[in-house]
């Protein structure tokens, strides 16, 4: 962990830093409080400067929305038509590259000194484990570090369970449920698989639906630290323990298993944070990783489920004639395909930036086997 330093009534400080997308040590620093206007901090945060916040809680977290309203509107202005996705996506990291510039301090217990600040201690412990000393972060990571923590404390809502899966912050919360109902509704092969692997397990939900619909044996597997424990307590929770394992692996583990499930993330471009790793796949590595070692790790009789929007082709970063040819060129050939629209509210968006693709969007399990 690097270190951040800076000189405050005259007397210099430093601090760990740390980012979530590997943003390096800010290296100018400004300490501003509430006396500080939105159009001000911007214009500090575009020449370079780090501005380091102790005014009021609140009074930062309203600062930080003028900034954001006033990059949207200065983005609507100069091109308001609808962008295209690699602008789009060039906008949202500039936009979190300023928002990141205005910064905290966490003291050496996690907890945060300014007036009419929360209790971020839990939070914190929670995202970034036992404190190590007084630590800077970006207001708008300790914002989502704090949201998700209200998500693994109250978990979400899976209907398939009937229960309840708890994320934890970096990793990615099953909101969406279109993916979950089709790996719950799809019919299992014939005779009952005795093994299932969920790759890229993520929260576990995947490996808890196989495990409940009778799959004796089930092994999650994730790449992500945070990931891999989250799934373990979710299984906890339900009380799967016993017949699903968590397993940190670079996606496949060994051996072979009667069913194969993959997720991956559906946009094949470039994530700017590890937070994004859920939704981004640069060059669809792991897609193309999962179907061309499918029929090496599939116990005879055995099938792979890929669950995967189409979002990807409306928005040109992908064909379907492109997928077809990875499936074919991995000695597969497609059993079935089960779709279902979208449900969640961004689809409806006519607001969102993307909308004229998400309004398209169709979620797919394709039923795979080897040729």
């Not at 949201?147 to 919360?173: C, D, N, T």
């Not at 005779?191 to 993520?202: M, S």
């Not at 092994?219 to 017949?243: K, P």
């Amino acid at each position: 962990m690097s270190t951040i330093r800076w000189t405050e009534d005259d007397q210099p400080r430093a601090a760990l830093w740390h980012s979530e997308s590997d943003a390096p040590a800010p290296t100018r620093i400004a300490v501003v409080g509430d006396d500080i206007t939105a159009d001000a901090a911007l214009k500090l945060a575009r020449a370079g400067t780090t501005l380091l916040w102790r005014g009021d809680y609140h009074n930062g977290r309203q600062l930080l929305s003028a900034m954001t309203r006033r990059l949207d509107r200065q983005r609507t202005a100069r091109r308001p038509d609808s962008p295209s996705f690699l602008e789009h996506r060039r906008t949202r990291a500039e936009r979190a590259r300023l928002q990141g510039r205005l910064v905290v301090e966490l003291e050496a217990d996690h907890s945060l000194a300014l007036r009419r600040a929360p209790d971020v201690r839990a939070a914190c412990r929670a995202a970034y484990g036992p404190p190590q000393g007084p630590m800077c972060v970006a207001l708008s990571e300790l914002a989502g570090v704090l949201g998700a923590h209200q998500w693994q404390i109250k978990g979400v809502p899976i209907a398939a369970l009937g229960s309840r899966i708890h994320p934890r912050y970096g990793v990615f919360s099953p909101v969406r449920g279109e993916y979950i109902d089709l790996v719950a509704a799809a019919p299992l092969p014939r005779p009952l698989p005795a093994t299932a692997f969920d790759l890229g397990t993520g929260t576990g939900v995947l490996a808890a639906i196989l495990s409940r619909r009778g799959i004796p044996e089930v092994l999650g597997t994730d790449i992500n630290d945070r990931a891999v424990d989250c799934a373990r307590e979710n299984m906890r929770r339900l009380g799967l323990q016993a017949g699903v394992r968590i397993l940190e692996a670079d996606l496949y583990p060994e051996g072979r298993a009667d069913l194969i499930v993959c997720n991956p993330p559906w946009l094949p471009a470039a994530a700017t944070s590890r937070l994004e790793l859920g939704i981004y796949d640069p060059g669809s590595d792991m897609l193309h990783r999962f179907l061309d070692g499918l029929p090496a790790h599939l116990a005879p009789g055995g099938e792979g489920w890929l669950v995967i929007s189409d979002l990807a082709e409306h928005l040109g970063l992908r064909t379907r004639e492109e997928l077809l040819e990875r499936i074919d060129a991995a000695g597969l050939q497609i059993l079935d395909r089960h779709d279902t629209a979208p449900r969640h509210p961004r689809a409806a968006d006519a607001e969102d930036a993307l909308h004229a693709a998400r309004s398209r969007e169709v979620t797919s399990l394709w039923r795979l086997a080897p040729r």
